[in-house]
């Protein structure tokens, strides 16, 4: 078992930052991958940013170039900047992991809200 502890999210204006965190309960030894998903109303949840244990990044197109992901092995930890936000990104981020019987977890969900 793993659980996924999230933190930040909130209200910006477009063109703003915020930073997400999500710590893990078990080390990167035991997870294969990391990330973020994220929802919107009557829509699919749809990736936004992985990481690999092995530190492979992966970033939905939408987001390259302004969204970064990164890890702290110390803390079992994974971070994400967003940077210049845009209205479109207002969704649900969800932390997601995946260990390493491809076993999947799910935090609790966090609202980032854009306004234009």
């Known amino acids: 078992q793993v659980q996924l502890v999230e933190s930040g999210g909130g209200l910006v204006q477009a063109g703003g930052s915020l930073r997400f965190s999500c710590a893990a309960s078990r080390s990167f030894f035991v997870i294969r991958a990391m990330g973020w998903y994220r929802q919107t109303p009557g829509k699919q949840r749809e990736l936004v940013a992985t990481i690999t244990r092995g530190g492979s990044t992966n970033y939905a197109d939408s987001v390259k170039g302004r969204f970064t992901i990164s890890r702290d092995n110390a803390k079992n930890t994974i971070y994400l900047q967003m940077n210049s936000l845009k209205p479109e990104d207002t969704a649900v981020y969800y932390c997601?992991?995946?260990?390493?019987?491809?076993?999947?977890?799910w935090g609790q969900g966090t609202q980032v809200t854009v306004s234009s």
């Open positions: 997601y992991a995946r260990d390493s019987v491809s076993e999947e977890y």
